[in-house]
């Protein structure tokens, strides 16, 4: 089974409306991260947000929030008042496990969804 | 500061070719990751360090395959001898300056043609 799945292979959005990017994760580890990635035409990968498995809320950066979902398994990237600047790849990525075990260091990326912001 | 430094950007190599790729991490970041993003397999861990010592090697998919961090400023994988499925994104990663979340920075990529 997929540990990550994103199932938006691609999105169109108008600037300045908000976007919502599916991310479903599978794990039976009560310990885990997870994380969004943004990864331009320019090909960096570009970390965004971070939210642990214990957290109590959402977590937020800037225009970006994550919509944590625990007993539906979802972390859901939602990104306000898109620009055009949004326009790129963006991952779901998770680590399971304590970050502070030694060797839980992997990180599971989703196959990613195309998001691109018409003016 | 500077980011995480990978050389080179882009390399076009024929089959059976030697290929080195080298990444300069951030200062201070004792986990060091190599990554390859494929169109089919997408982003894939391929061997990661702590302290120039390599931890898992799991995803190195090949003997062909292999790195080193002979210190902490500088890695490489190697790849020897190249074949066309190697063509891919080669990335070096550091872990961030928040443990608690092990969040990754990523160099530019190293992309790779072998033909």
């Known amino acids: 089974a997929q540990k990550i799945t994103q199932t938006q292979p691609g999105m169109f959005v108008q600037e300045k409306e908000a976007v919502t990017l599916d991310c479903t994760y599978d794990?039976?580890?009560?310990?885990?991260?997870l994380f969004w990635y943004k990864q331009p035409s320019s090909g960096e990968m570009i970390f965004l947000i971070y939210?642990?498995?214990?957290?109590?809320q959402n977590a937020t950066e800037g225009r970006y929030s994550l919509n944590f979902q625990k007993a539906r398994k979802s972390a859901n990237l939602v990104i306000s008042a898109s620009q055009l600047g949004d326009s790129a790849m963006y991952f779901c990525?998770?680590?399971?496990?304590?970050?502070?075990?030694?060797?839980?260091?992997?990180?599971?990326f989703g196959t990613g969804t195309r998001l691109t912001i018409i003016p | 500061d500077a980011g995480v430094i990978q050389s080179p950007r882009h390399e076009v190599t024929e089959m059976g070719q030697e290929v080195t790729l080298r990444c300069k991490p951030i200062?201070?970041?004792?986990?060091l990751f190599w990554y390859r993003q494929t169109m089919m397999r997408g982003l894939e861990l391929l061997i990661y360090?702590?302290?120039?010592?390599?931890?898992?090697d799991s995803g190195m998919p090949e003997d062909r395959f292999s790195a080193k961090m002979p210190n902490a400023s500088f890695s490489t994988l190697k790849i020897q001898p190249s074949e066309p499925r190697d063509s891919a994104v080669y990335f070096c990663?550091?872990?961030?300056?928040?443990?608690?979340?092990?969040?990754?920075?990523f160099g530019e990529g190293s992309r790779l043609t072998v033909l």
């Open positions: 939210q642990g498995s214990y957290d109590q």
């Open positions: 990525a998770m680590r399971e496990g304590r970050i502070s075990n030694f060797g839980n260091e992997k990180l599971t």
């Open positions: 200062s201070g970041h004792d986990y």
């Open positions: 360090f702590n302290n120039n010592v390599p931890i898992d």
């Open positions: 794990t039976s580890d009560p310990s885990y991260g």
């Open positions: 990663a550091t872990r961030g300056q928040r443990p608690w979340t092990g969040e990754l920075f």
